[in-house]
């Protein structure tokens, strides 16, 4: 046997340990799925629709789209990421205890995904807090939950604390522009990784308001990147981002309209922070914008409607973000969330040939 058949024999087994650990993510969480729910109908943990807007304005126009989904429960991104958690931990006991082929499926390790199973799980709870002062009608916002000033500083000692441990014991100082190669950046590279994190974490937050819709970008999203971190040879992070989409392609089974339930805070700022790690981690984050269009339409769209009313007084769009306006215009729910999954799917295979052919040699 030569070397090259070694090689490609340790391919087939790299892609086959990957796909087994996205299926048994997504046969894991669905099987638990009924202990979640009876959980949350339990204790009424359930969704209050808002009728004002973060301006502290009513917003008539988003309250009477939505006003029917108040009472479905909250909180459904725990089946997410307590399932990535829960195998993490799992495969690393098992090849603790036993040798062979349990080994193969360990994925937490210190230089791949230790980091993003951090983001992942640290966000996780503050959106879990978030959520449960909502449902409880709690907390400094208006309407229950935590204020997003104090949300925003949350994720920002979370991105502070991941620059300056890539910077200072990773040695990431450099970025990468596809086909064109690495730029120093030097000390830079701190406040470039926490735009990065604040960015998506806030975009997949504001994306999570249609059944169904968030979940799909962010499907797209570790698709892409996880067969970017395979090219990478970066196979437990590879897997880490497999396990995510099998987590949310169980979520989505009851995600999609009517909702059996919400993602929440819960797992829109969990996905969407650990999202930035994982693409800072591969080095890809400049693909970002086109593998997550979406996020850049809904937030500009935030901002844009934002500084209209504080200096023109009028808006610029029926409502925002701008899969409220789609609904607005009289646009069905399935509709805006098919045609943004479609828009999400074809920029991210855009965007993955971007990043894989951009890497050079």
Same mark, same amino acid.
Request: proline share 3%; net charge positive; with cysteine.
């Given at each position: 046997?030569?070397?090259?058949?070694?090689?490609?024999?340790?391919?087939?087994?790299?892609?086959?340990?990957?796909?087994?650990?996205?299926?048994?993510?997504?046969?894991?969480?669905?099987?638990?799925?009924?202990?979640?729910?009876?959980?949350?109908?339990?204790?009424?943990?359930?969704?209050?629709?808002?009728?004002?807007?973060?301006?502290?304005?009513?917003?008539?126009?988003?309250?009477?789209?939505?006003?029917?989904?108040?009472?479905?429960?909250?909180?459904?991104?725990?089946?997410?990421?307590?399932?990535?958690?829960?195998?993490?931990?799992?495969?690393?006991?098992?090849?603790?205890?036993?040798?062979?082929?349990?080994?193969?499926?360990?994925?937490?390790?210190?230089?791949?995904?230790?980091?993003?199973?951090?983001?992942?799980?640290?966000?996780?709870?503050?959106?879990?807090?978030?959520?449960?002062?909502?449902?409880?009608?709690?907390?400094?916002?208006?309407?229950?939950?935590?204020?997003?000033?104090?949300?925003?500083?949350?994720?920002?000692?979370?991105?502070?604390?991941?620059?300056?441990?890539?910077?200072?014991?990773?040695?990431?100082?450099?970025?990468?522009?596809?086909?064109?190669?690495?730029?120093?950046?030097?000390?830079?590279?701190?406040?470039?990784?926490?735009?990065?994190?604040?960015?998506?974490?806030?975009?997949?937050?504001?994306?999570?308001?249609?059944?169904?819709?968030?979940?799909?970008?962010?499907?797209? !999203?570790?698709? %892409?990147? &996880?067969?970017? $971190? @395979?090219?990478?040879?970066?196979?437990?992070? +590879?897997? /880490?981002? !497999?396990?995510? %989409?099998? &987590?949310?392609? $169980? @979520?989505?089974?009851?995600?999609?309209?009517? +909702?059996? /339930?919400?993602?929440?805070?819960?797992?829109?700022?969990?996905?969407?922070?650990?999202?930035?790690?994982?693409?800072?981690?591969?080095?890809?984050?400049?693909?970002?914008?086109?593998?997550?269009?979406?996020?850049?339409?809904?937030?500009?769209?935030?901002?844009?409607?934002?500084?209209?009313?504080?200096?023109?007084?009028?808006?610029?769009?029926?409502?925002?973000?701008?899969?409220?306006?789609?609904?607005?215009?009289?646009?069905?729910?399935?509709?805006?969330?098919?045609?943004?999954?479609?828009?999400?799917?074809?920029?991210?295979?855009?965007?993955?040939?971007?990043?894989?052919?951009?890497?050079?040699?």
């Amino acid at each position: 046997m030569t070397f090259a058949d070694i090689q490609s024999i340790s391919l087939y087994r790299n892609i086959i340990e990957v796909f087994l650990l996205s299926l048994t993510a997504f046969v894991v969480a669905m099987a638990w799925t009924p202990l979640l729910t009876n959980f949350l109908f339990r204790y009424g943990v359930r969704a209050k629709i808002k009728t004002k807007s973060v301006d502290g304005k009513a917003a008539p126009i988003f309250y009477g789209l939505h006003k029917k989904k108040a009472g479905t429960p909250l909180m459904g991104g725990l089946l997410i990421w307590i399932t990535v958690l829960g195998l993490a931990l799992l495969f690393k006991f098992l090849r603790n205890i036993f040798d062979g082929y349990w080994v193969e499926f360990d994925f937490l390790s210190r230089s791949q995904t230790w980091l993003p199973m951090f983001a992942l799980v640290a966000t996780g709870i503050l959106g879990v807090i978030d959520d449960v002062k909502t449902t409880r009608g709690i907390g400094s916002n208006k309407g229950g939950g935590i204020r997003f000033l104090y949300r925003f500083w949350w994720l920002f000692a979370i991105a502070l604390l991941g620059g300056l441990w890539f910077y200072y014991k990773l040695g990431f100082s450099s970025i990468h522009l596809p086909g064109f190669g690495d730029y120093e950046i030097g000390w830079w590279y701190i406040p470039f990784f926490i735009f990065v994190i604040l960015a998506t974490a806030i975009s997949s937050n504001e994306t999570d308001g249609l059944d169904g819709l968030n979940g799909g970008v962010l499907l797209t !999203a570790f698709s %892409v990147y &996880g067969v970017i $971190a @395979f090219v990478q040879h970066r196979i437990d992070l +590879a897997a /880490f981002c !497999a396990v995510i %989409v099998g &987590g949310l392609l $169980a @979520f989505l089974w009851f995600n999609v309209h009517p +909702a059996r /339930f919400f993602m929440g805070d819960t797992g829109a700022l969990s996905l969407g922070t650990a999202l930035g790690v994982v693409a800072l981690v591969t080095n890809s984050a400049l693909i970002l914008p086109i593998v997550c269009f979406v996020y850049l339409v809904e937030s500009l769209s935030v901002v844009i409607q934002l500084t209209s009313k504080r200096i023109f007084g009028r808006k610029v769009f029926l409502s925002a973000p701008f899969h409220h306006h789609l609904q607005a215009l009289g646009w069905p729910e399935s509709k805006v969330v098919m045609r943004l999954w479609i828009l999400s799917g074809v920029l991210g295979v855009i965007g993955l040939i971007i990043g894989i052919f951009g890497m050079g040699k």
